[in-house]
């Protein structure tokens, strides 16, 4: 089993940054691909990006590429999301994911997932 942890939501204003971690324990995450997932109030819950298990591949979605990105401390059992020039409609609640399998991860085949952290952007 695995546990993930988000932190770092909060209020920001539009054009600002913001970056979320996603920490790890019972298992190595260095065993899982790591993915950030979003879920905006009354809206589906749609990938945001999906990192490797040795952190030299990632994907992103449309609507965030060039604007995040997700890294990852293996050491530190910790995932990140950096989140540069945020949108109101960046505005929802983000889970960290893990799975075994880095290319089905996008598409929400994931093994283990995170309670989230609210990310709220102001116009």
């Known amino acids: 089993q695995v546990q993930l942890v988000e932190s770092g939501g909060g209020l920001v204003q539009a054009g600002g940054s913001l970056r979320l971690a996603c920490v790890a324990s019972?298992?190595?995450?260095?065993?899982?691909?790591v993915g950030w997932f979003r879920q905006a109030p009354g809206k589906e819950q749609n990938f945001v990006a999906a990192?490797?298990?040795?952190?030299?591949?990632?994907q992103y979605a449309e609507a965030v590429k060039g604007r995040f990105t997700i890294s990852r401390e293996n050491a530190k059992n910790t995932a990140y999301l950096q989140m540069n020039s945020l949108k109101p409609e960046d505005t929802a609640l983000y889970y960290c994911?893990?799975?075994?399998?880095?290319?089905?991860?996008?598409?929400?085949?994931?093994?283990?997932w995170g309670k989230g952290t609210l990310l709220t952007v102001s116009s």
């Open positions: 019972g298992r190595a995450i260095s065993n899982y691909a």
């Open positions: 994911a893990a799975h075994n399998d880095y290319w089905t991860l996008p598409s929400g085949s994931v093994s283990y």
């Open positions: 990192i490797i298990q040795s952190g030299t591949n990632t």
